[in-house]
């Protein structure tokens, strides 16, 4: 979902999971755990 109210994949289905992270060239979450320190912060729009 977006706040952008259009995207390329409109009507697109998808199937799958998010397997990687990688937030700053570091990787965070890998298969479904998280790796290191939590170090993100809020996104200001």
């Not at 289905?13 to 990687?20: T, Y």
């Not at 060239?25 to 790796?35: A, E, F, S, T, V």
Request: hydrophobic fraction near 35%; include cysteine; charged fraction near 25%.
């Amino acid at each position: 979902e977006s706040k952008c109210k259009w995207s390329p994949f409109n009507g697109m289905e998808f199937k799958g999971k998010p397997v990687l992270t990688v937030i700053n060239g570091q990787i965070k979450m890998k298969d479904g755990k998280i790796l290191g320190d939590s170090n993100g912060q809020p996104l200001v729009f």
